[in-house]
Structure formats: structure tokens, C-alpha cells
């Protein structure tokens, strides 16, 4: 079996200590890939570095809506110049944040008009972050003139809101709080999601699933997202592992072996 975590945070510093240890178990785990996703350009950076000494680890390179604030003026020179670096596979995170509002929703929404706009051009695919502003961020999608490829991370909302991100093209990526006890939209969404657009994910160090729920998360931990999955369609884990793989490999676009 190999298995896909299609968004980590190996940079994160809850992760200093073991690091290494973290990466080893990921593969002992059958989780034989993953992406190290960005939320600043030195996190990004710390993506990056991280990707280029770990043959399991792909990298991406975004701006947060929680630092859309702080971004430097020339943050969108760097991020190209990133994205075009070896097994930097995807812009991201970027999106828009109304739970925390850490920055201001006209800022998130600029900063995240540029980084689409700047996919786009590139040609790469995305990663969003959607809490709490789905209605803004389907509005948004709509008038877009072009959408770039790209994925929901970590689903939160409806079934509804579920089928209008896949209309639209976009995968859908589903983390712990799947497993949780009271989640039924979530699980309910994951019925939906053709199978060709479903996704997992730990966002890890964060959202651990059950039966980890409450410690910190490590991209090991997928597999309880994966099973939840697989039970939820009624396949086995194997096949789901496999159906998972091959749509963040089409998505990522890198080899499926």
C-alpha cells in the first residue's frame, strides 16, 4: 500500500525535536509521499529545504490570509522564483481566513487575487485554505477568468459547497476532523466527492484524528483519515490508498511510481 499526504507542516517547529524521527515513522506508516506546505515565504523556504534532502518530501510555496498583512512588496518575485525550483510542486497555502481574521478580509482577498493570478500564469497548481468564507471564495471563483488547478485543503464546509468546488474542477482534501465523532457533514460531503477528486491529508502538526485527537499530528497519522474514508465509500483501505495516490499525483503532477 502507499499512501499520499497531500498537506504537512514538517517545517513547523513543534517538529524540531524530531524531525527525522517524524520522516521515519511517515514511511514505516506506508505514507510514501508528502507535501510541505508554506504560509510565509521563510516557512516556505523551510519547505523547500526540507524537500530537497528527503526523497519522500515535495515542497510548496504560498502566502497565508493570515500574513496576507505582512506580505513584502515584492513577495510575488519570490514566490516565482521558488515555484520554479526542483520538487516545488504547488503554490500555496493561500486563501481566505474569517474565523481568526488575522489580516484584514480586503488584504487576504488581494493577496489572494495575486497569488491565483500569478498560478495561472505559471502554470501551477494551488492549495486553499477556505475557514469560514466559502460563500466569498465561490463568488470569487466565479468571476475569475481563469481557475487555476488546485485543491480545497482540509474540507470544512457542506455537501453543497462540496459539489461546487468539484464543478468548478478542484479537488478535495479531507484531514482528522473526518474521523471526529460529530462530523456528519463532513462525512456526508465525503460521500459525495466523486472519487476521482477525493484527497487526504494530516495538516499536520494540527487537526489530529482519533485516535491520536488531542496530541500533535504527523503525517503517519493519514492513515486513520484514509480508513475513515474507505469506510465512509464501503472500500477497502487498499483501494482507497490507491484512488488517493493517483489524484494527488494527477493533481501534483508528478509520477505515479
Not at 19 to 40: F, P
Not at 206 to 224: M, Q
Amino acid at each position: 500500500m502507499r499512501v499520499f499526504d497531500t498537506h504537512c507542516h514538517l517545517d513547523d517547529e513543534k517538529f524540531n525535536e524530531d524531525r527525522e524521527e517524524a520522516y521515519q515513522r511517515m514511511l514505516d506508516a506506508e505514507v510514501k509521499c508528502c507535501v510541505c506546505v508554506g504560509s510565509d515565504l521563510p516557512s516556505s523556504q523551510r519547505c523547500i529545504d526540507i524537500a530537497a534532502t528527503h526523497d519522500a518530501v515535495f515542497a510548496a510555496a504560498g502566502v497565508h490570509p493570515h500574513e496576507a498583512k505582512d506580505a513584502p512588496a515584492d513577495y510575488l518575485d519570490t514566490l516565482a522564483h521558488m515555484l520554479a525550483l526542483p520538487r516545488v510542486i504547488a503554490l500555496g497555502e493561500i486563501g481566505l481566513d474569517y474565523y481568526y481574521d488575522l489580516s484584514p478580509r480586503d488584504v487576504q482577498k488581494r493577496v489572494m487575487a495575486e497569488q491565483v493570478e500569478l498560478a495561472v500564469q505559471l502554470d501551477v497548481p494551488v492549495i486553499f485554505h477556505i475557514r469560514d468564507a466559502h460563500g466569498d471564495m465561490v463568488d470569487f471563483f466565479r468571476r475569475c477568468k481563469q481557475l487555476p488547478s488546485g485543491i480545497i485543503h482540509c474540507f470544512s464546509g457542506s455537501p453543497e459547497t462540496a459539489r461546487e468546488y468539484v464543478k468548478m474542477g478542484f479537488y478535495i482534501s479531507f484531514a482528522g476532523p473526518l474521523t471526529f465523532k460529530k462530523a456528519p457533514h463532513l462525512q456526508a460531503a465525503a460521500q459525495e466527492v466523486p472519487l476521482d477528486r477525493l484527497l487526504v491529508e494530516t495538516d499536520s502538526p494540527y487537526l489530529a484524528p482519533e485516535p491520536k485527537r488531542g496530541r500533535r499530528n504527523e503525517p503517519a497519522n493519514v492513515v486513520y483519515t484514509l480508513n475513515k474514508l474507505a469506510e465512509l465509500r464501503g472500500l477497502p483501505v487498499e483501494e482507497m490508498a490507491e484512488i488517493t495516490w493517483n489524484n494527488a499525483c494527477a493533481l501534483y503532477r508528478i509520477p505515479r511510481e
